[in-house]
């Protein structure tokens, strides 16, 4: 189990065809100000987890904001995001996971951090319930 504190290249969701089959066939919910979409992967996966981070231009106009939402989203994530990966590495499963914001201002990291850990901890309780 490598448990490195970095957010890597094969850790990011990127594929066109992935991505629209995560957003149609995947599960989703709401926690905080994100909807989460989240479904398991192919075995062959580089990494247990892929990431996608989405922040609508709808939602957030300047691309100085929404740049900053990333930074701040993918900071939580990356520190936090080794429970999660512990439990699928145990449970051996992948997961894709979409966060996207639906917020009208940008939040904090103060209360950024503590939404992104809800998040990973319903998606270990999600993946409990599958695995039996």
Excluded: C
């Amino acid at each position: 189990m490598d448990f490195s504190n970095r957010l890597e290249k094969k850790e990011r969701l990127t594929s066109r065809r992935e991505i629209d089959q995560l957003f149609h066939d995947g599960h989703s919910f709401y926690e905080g100000q994100f909807k989460v979409y989240w479904a398991t992967a192919d075995i062959d996966q580089p990494t247990s987890i892929q990431l996608l981070i989405s922040i609508p231009r709808k939602n957030l106009q300047r691309a100085v904001d929404r740049n900053r939402m990333k930074r701040l989203v993918r900071e939580a994530y990356r520190k936090n995001k080794h429970g999660l990966q512990g439990f699928l590495e145990q449970a051996n499963k992948k997961l894709k996971i979409a966060l996207v914001f639906l917020g009208k201002r940008t939040l904090k990291h103060a209360i950024a951090e503590p939404i992104i850990i809800l998040i990973l901890q319903r998606l270990i309780r999600e993946n409990e319930k599958t695995a039996g």
